[in-house]
């Protein structure tokens, strides 16, 4: 996992001193530097924006940020790349949510214990496939179909959908001679 110290970021780009991510323009200059740096990562990397030196971020520069971060991964503009969030406060979590929940996007963010968890808007059936896969580590679609009983198109269908909303890994494994789809926690 790579880390991006988004305080860094708010120090190199704004030079103001200060410690809040505030208003449109300031998020759209730290998202441009991230964007810039994304573009250099390999493919298949996973990115930890860090937040833990952040002090507050608005709605609008979460929806600059975050939102339009997350909606430009999803239409493969960074290639195949996750982001996921780390360091969040409560404050900071509540209006990176609302910006997510608003443009219908997901994204996984991490507790300083390690803990995992989802901010943004999912349906519930991939909520509840999301958390078999946090709990397993990974998971097939054979798998998830013998575990909640359904058909194996259906948990394909499913574990396709978390991974283009690049809320799962995506791998490929020879298993009996046959190729297999594994799906594995962020």
Known sequence: MISYDLYNFLKEELKN???????????????ERIEKDILKEDDGGVIALDFSKI????????????????????SNEYGEKYIILTGLNENQQENIEVALERKDLAVIAEKSGGKKFLLGSLNNYLRETLSLIVKSGKITARELADMVKIEANT???????????????????????????IYENL
């Open 155 to 181: 948990s394909g269908t499913r574990l396709l959908n978390l991974h283009k909303k690049r809320l799962v890994m995506r791998r490929d494994e020879i298993r009996e001679g046959a190729r297999v789809w």
């Open 55 to 74: 002090g507050i971020i608005d709605y609008s520069c979460a929806d600059e940020i975050v939102a339009k971060l997350m909606s430009r991964l999803l």
């Open 17 to 31: 001193g200060s410690s809040d991510l505030v208003t449109r323009p300031s998020g759209q200059l730290i998202r």
